[in-house]
């Protein structure tokens, strides 16, 4: 099982930009499903893009053209570039990893932005 560590998040205008990190550490990241959800107040924990073991990307419709997944298995770390920010991009970021029977969760970063 592997530990995660979001950081990145912060307060942004809208059509800015932030870059968010999921680090982790544990063995056998490299073959993990790692994916980023968000939640917003009062609203349910939806995933936001996830990318497989070998780079193939999934987006939720709302983000698709303004965010990217990317992975750097050297260092361990999933980013999440988000472009182009709206007021309703507005959340907490967590980041999970999933691998057979194992599922390990982030504790969350806080994204704001304003209009």
């Known amino acids: 099982q592997v530990s995660l560590v979001e950081s990145g998040g912060g307060l942004v205008q809208a059509g800015g930009s932030l870059r968010l990190s999921c680090a982790a550490s544990?063995?056998?990241?490299?073959?993990?499903?790692v994916g980023w959800y968000r939640q917003a107040p009062g609203k349910q924990r939806e995933l936001v893009a996830d990318?497989?073991?070998?780079?193939?990307?999934n987006y939720v419709d709302s983000v698709q053209g303004r965010f990217s997944i990317s992975r750097d298995n050297s260092k361990r770390v999933v980013y999440l570039q988000m472009n182009s920010l709206k007021p309703e991009d507005t959340a907490v970021y967590y980041c999970?990893?999933?691998?057979?029977?194992?599922?390990?969760w982030g504790q969350g970063t806080q994204v704001t932005v304003s209009s």
């Open positions: 544990g063995s056998f990241f490299s073959l993990y499903v």
């Open positions: 990318i497989t073991s070998g780079g193939n990307t």
């Open positions: 999970n990893a999933r691998r057979l029977s194992s599922l390990s």
